[in-house]
């Protein structure tokens, strides 16, 4: 099967906490990138990533970072987390310029 | 920078009636424009992708650009319950951009 696979589904934790999320494309795509959806559903671009160019979304807190080790995954550490870090965090790959771009089904964050 | 706004808020329909949602964006120069829909706590399933002026057909969702009038639409034909979902319109940041800006959202309700 070809998509997007985000681990974990769920993710409940403590505030200072490190947490780490999974993203692996098996699309064959070229560009990685993360958004946050907050409770109202509003989604926001946090990092795109492409031939290791990293482009940051300037809003980003710094204790968000992405790391990746070949085009096919990009994970999301978060140092310290943060109540106003829960959300759902949604992987999405596409090709260079965009075309064929597909969501996971996202990591939902619980931080108490 | 690119701002995508969505009408309306909600939108309630009777099953078979068209469904019609309205997205407005402020950079004419983007070419990249998707309509999207995300179930309850699920991810984000794409209907249709348009990249000109026009109209672009997708079994039963159409959508409408109009560049000059920075207007895009999505109509739905024939909703059934099963169509009850977010909707959510998206918006290259900017001519040739692979990130993605997207509006609020519209909850539609399909009524049997």
């Known amino acids: 099967e070809t998509a997007v696979f985000q681990t974990p589904n769920y993710h409940v934790t403590q505030v200072g906490n490190e947490v780490s999320f999974n993203c692996k494309q098996t699309?064959?795509?070229?560009?990685m990138y993360w958004y946050k959806q907050d409770s109202k559903k509003l989604l926001k671009i946090m990092f795109s990533?492409?031939?290791?160019?990293?482009?940051v979304n300037e809003t980003v807190p710094r204790r968000f970072s992405p790391q990746s080790s070949d085009k096919a995954h990009l994970n999301l550490r978060i140092k310290s987390v943060e109540p106003e870090d829960s959300a759902v965090y949604l992987c999405?790959?596409?090709?260079?310029?965009?075309?064929?771009?597909?969501f996971g089904s996202g990591t939902r964050l619980l931080v108490i | 920078q690119q701002k995508v706004q969505q009408s309306p808020e909600s939108l309630t329909v009777s099953e078979g009636a068209m469904a019609s949602l309205n997205c407005t964006f402020s950079d004419g120069t983007s070419n990249n424009f998707r309509w999207y829909r995300q179930h309850s706590a699920k991810g984000l399933e794409v209907l249709v992708s348009?990249?000109?002026?026009g109209e672009k057909e997708e079994g039963r969702f159409t959508a409408h650009l109009n560049r000059a009038n920075l207007h895009v639409s999505l109509h739905i034909r024939e909703p059934q319950p099963s169509d009850s979902a977010v909707y959510l319109c998206?918006?290259?940041?900017?001519?040739?951009?692979?990130?993605?800006?997207f509006g609020s959202g519209t909850q539609l309700t399909v009524m049997p």
């Open positions: 990533y492409n031939n290791k160019q990293l482009i």
């Open positions: 348009i990249f000109s002026d």
């Open positions: 699309l064959g795509h070229d560009t």
């Open positions: 999405a790959s596409s090709l260079t310029g965009g075309s064929d771009y597909t």
């Open positions: 998206a918006v290259s940041a900017s001519s040739g951009s692979w990130q993605l800006i």
